[in-house]
């Protein structure tokens, strides 16, 4: 019933033996985050840098590791504000 998070979703009782149908979901696309982590000193990318991205209430959070070319992404986020931080 378009609940946004788990505490809010419907909850479904089921007895042993028994089914539940129509019980049916839609989830959005998601929004995404991505960028390169590169030394200040001398631009070389760097790698195995964790990223990570969390909503100001810090509900939500998820993090990834730069690949060796300093790249990152972090798919399925909801839309909304992030704060993004760096550890080596």
Same mark, same amino acid.
């Given at each position: 019933n378009d609940a946004a998070d788990r505490e809010s979703a419907q909850r479904v009782a089921l007895?042993?033996?028994e089914g539940?149908?129509?019980?049916?979901?839609a989830l959005d696309l998601g929004g995404s985050i991505s960028g390169r982590v590169m030394r200040?000193?001398?631009?070389?990318?760097?790698? *195995?840098? !964790?990223?990570?991205?969390?909503?100001?209430?810090?509900s939500s959070t998820a993090s990834v590791a730069t690949d060796s070319d300093?790249?990152?992404?972090?798919p399925g986020l909801r839309g909304g504000d992030y704060i993004v *931080?760096? !550890?080596?």
């Open positions: 007895t042993e033996g539940v149908d129509g019980i049916d979901a200040q000193s001398d631009g070389e990318p760097l790698e *195995s840098v !964790t990223v990570r991205a969390s909503t100001p209430d810090g300093g790249a990152y992404r972090i *931080s760096f !550890t080596p």
